[in-house]
């Protein structure tokens, strides 16, 4: 599939902690099919911590760039970009480890990436051929983090609480905020159906097929 080298058109999409950005890159891979399109969820490449003990790997500052593996998601976008297949790893988060499954992915015409600290990375900057931010207000993506953390993650409220203030609000902060400068297009509040339908279409152009029925298409 050497023929692909030049053709994979990367998309790169950050935002805070519940700021829409993963229902963004969903939405967009959805519409499509995984010949077409190939979705890379940042969170799957967290450092492996299951050498460490569950209490010590629960205070972790999962939030700061050092804690994610972004050298091995350069390393798989690089290939992928190249024509060859990767073993994309998986993450538990209610044990803060990976499982000992890996995914195998395979090229597509269009890869994106989504992640809070996509843009953060210079080497993966220079991957990606559009950078799209997911700006939401602050206090929106907390009570949006909450639910999914307390419901998804079996993480308890005072928990949530807690490691928001003192890792999610200031890596946020620190990283993700000013890394919007970075961006290509920036969509408000999460969810954009105008946005949505632009960036749909130009995927579109890209496979060179037309997207699936969704919500947005017509």
Same mark, same amino acid.
């Given at each position: 599939?050497?023929?692909?080298?030049?053709?994979?058109?990367?998309?790169?999409?950050?935002?805070?902690?519940?700021?829409?950005?993963?229902?963004?890159?969903?939405?967009?891979?959805?519409?499509?099919?995984?010949?077409?399109?190939?979705?890379?969820?940042?969170?799957?490449?967290?450092?492996?911590?299951?050498?460490?003990?569950?209490?010590?790997?629960?205070?972790?500052?999962?939030?700061?760039?050092?804690?994610?593996?972004?050298?091995?998601?350069?390393?798989?976008?690089?290939?992928?970009?190249?024509?060859?297949?990767?073993?994309?790893?998986?993450?538990?988060?209610?044990?803060?480890?990976?499982?000992?499954?890996?995914? %195998? !992915?395979?090229?597509?015409?269009?890869?994106?990436?989504?992640?809070? +600290?996509? *843009? =953060?990375? #210079?080497?993966? &900057?220079?991957?990606?051929?559009?950078?799209?931010?997911?700006?939401?207000?602050?206090?929106?993506?907390?009570?949006?983090?909450?639910?999914?953390?307390?419901?998804?993650?079996?993480?308890?409220?005072?928990? %949530? !609480?807690?490691?928001?203030?003192?890792?999610?609000?200031?890596?946020? +902060?620190? *990283? =993700?905020? #000013?890394?919007? &400068?970075?961006?290509?297009?920036?969509?408000?509040?999460?969810?954009?159906?105008?946005?949505?339908?632009?960036?749909?279409?130009?995927?579109?152009?890209?496979?060179?097929?037309?997207?699936?029925?969704?919500?947005?298409?017509?």
């Amino acid at each position: 599939m050497e023929h692909m080298k030049d053709n994979v058109f990367v998309i790169g999409i950050a935002g805070g902690t519940g700021s829409g950005k993963t229902t963004v890159a969903r939405e967009i891979a959805s519409a499509f099919g995984p010949s077409d399109v190939v979705l890379l969820e940042f969170d799957h490449y967290y450092r492996d911590l299951t050498r460490l003990s569950p209490e010590i790997r629960a205070s972790m500052n999962f939030d700061h760039p050092d804690s994610l593996e972004s050298e091995l998601l350069v390393s798989h976008v690089r290939a992928l970009k190249q024509g060859k297949s990767i073993n994309r790893p998986c993450y538990e988060f209610k044990t803060h480890s990976r499982t000992e499954e890996a995914v %195998v !992915i395979h090229p597509s015409p269009v890869l994106i990436i989504e992640g809070i +600290l996509t *843009f =953060v990375y #210079p080497e993966l &900057r220079t991957l990606l051929d559009m950078k799209i931010f997911v700006d939401t207000e602050a206090d929106i993506r907390f009570i949006r983090r909450l639910e999914r953390d307390v419901k998804e993650r079996g993480r308890s409220l005072e928990n %949530v !609480i807690a490691q928001y203030k003192t890792t999610v609000r200031p890596m946020h +902060l620190e *990283f =993700v905020e #000013p890394s919007k &400068r970075f961006a290509d297009i920036i969509i408000p509040e999460g969810r954009n159906d105008m946005a949505m339908h632009a960036l749909i279409t130009m995927v579109s152009q890209r496979v060179s097929r037309s997207p699936k029925q969704t919500s947005i298409s017509s």
